[in-house]
């Protein structure tokens, strides 16, 4: 059974009841088989798996997507249901900001300032507090979190270092579509014509990763990208030292961002140079 709670009284009561390790999936709805499993792997490793709802708005920047950005509580309960799913908080705004917008933030850090965060200014400060204060409302043992918000997941792991939060981050690799395209809840802003044209991002990424070098896999891909008129790229970029360590497979990283038509996407893959596939 999965339960649905809105204010934070009613998610402390259940967590209160809650047995063993309580496992936190974070989303901001508009669920997808991305989401889904990121809540399997919290099923399977969690006693307790929690999903949280909550399109952040202290994470969009003012000409971005805050008010459009789909709400689909009852599709998204469904699947939170068919996944097992015990608990769902779904707070409104000012359930999470009782005082309105909040005085006191969390500051990214130089990480903050690079690829996403060099485009959208304030995100990652916006991110973090509301990551933070929904660790410490669910005071979850475990939380998971997808590698396709990779610049995400490496200021998430630095922000428990660097703050002591005892919570286990766990990342969980990207699902695509069966054509290559990174699912994302903004895809369905796209049109028949702009989803073909999104490919490029994919396909970009997986020339460079069949490359022997990192020069080499920038070029490939950067060619790909630049064939592709329906595709602005914002950056193409191989992970520097400021993302922290190498993630589980030790590999760098192939990052891009663009924009298709208006929708901006995001997407990145390991870069196993010298024995590429
Ligand atoms: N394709 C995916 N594979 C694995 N995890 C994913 C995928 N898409 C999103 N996630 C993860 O799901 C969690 C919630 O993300 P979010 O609700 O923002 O979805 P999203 O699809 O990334 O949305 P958006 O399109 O707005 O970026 C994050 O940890 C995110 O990294
Ligand atoms: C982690 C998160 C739920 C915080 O709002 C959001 O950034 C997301 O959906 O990736
Ligand atoms: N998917 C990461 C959250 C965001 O784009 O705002």
């Given amino acids: 059974m999965t339960a649905l709670v809105h204010t934070r009284a009613e998610l402390a ?4 009841a809650a047995t063993g390790r309580v496992a936190v999936v974070m989303t901001m709805g508009a669920l997808h088989e991305g989401h889904r499993q990121l809540m399997r792997e919290a099923r399977e ?76 200014p304030g995100h990652f400060s916006g991110m973090l507090t509301v990551v933070a204060k929904l660790l410490l409302l669910t005071r979850a043992d475990l939380a998971f979190f997808g590698e396709k918000d990779f610049q995400q997941l490496s200021l998430i792991r630095r922000m428990v ?81 400021l993302l922290g360590a190498p993630p589980r497979d030790g590999a760098a990283r192939l990052l891009v961002a663009a924009k298709v038509g208006t929708t901006r996407l995001i997407d990145n893959v390991p870069l196993l140079l010298g024995n590429a596939a």
């Fill in 161 to 241: 270092r660097d703050l002591e939060i005892g919570v286990e981050i766990i990342g969980v690799p990207t699902v695509r579509e069966a054509d290559g395209l990174a699912l994302s809840s903004r895809n369905r802003y796209l049109s028949a014509e702009q989803r073909q044209a999104a490919l490029a991002l994919s396909h970009a990424l997986r020339e460079g990763a069949a490359q022997s070098d990192a020069q080499s896999a920038l070029e490939a891909a950067g060619k790909i990208l630049a064939d592709e008129p329906g595709v602005q790229v914002d950056y193409l970029a191989l992970t520097g030292p």
């Fill in 45 to 120: 490793r969690g006693d307790f798996v929690l999903v949280t709802i909550f399109v952040n708005p202290l994470q969009f920047g003012p000409n971005e997507d805050f008010d459009k950005y789909p709400r689909t509580l009852e599709a998204d309960l469904e699947a939170c249901r068919a996944e097992g799913v015990d608990l769902v908080f779904a707070p409104d705004r000012d359930e999470m900001y009782p005082g309105g917008t909040p005085q006191v933030t969390l500051e990214a850090g130089p990480m903050g300032t690079i690829l996403e965060g060099a485009s959208r």
């Fill in 13 to 16: 009561a259940a967590r209160d």
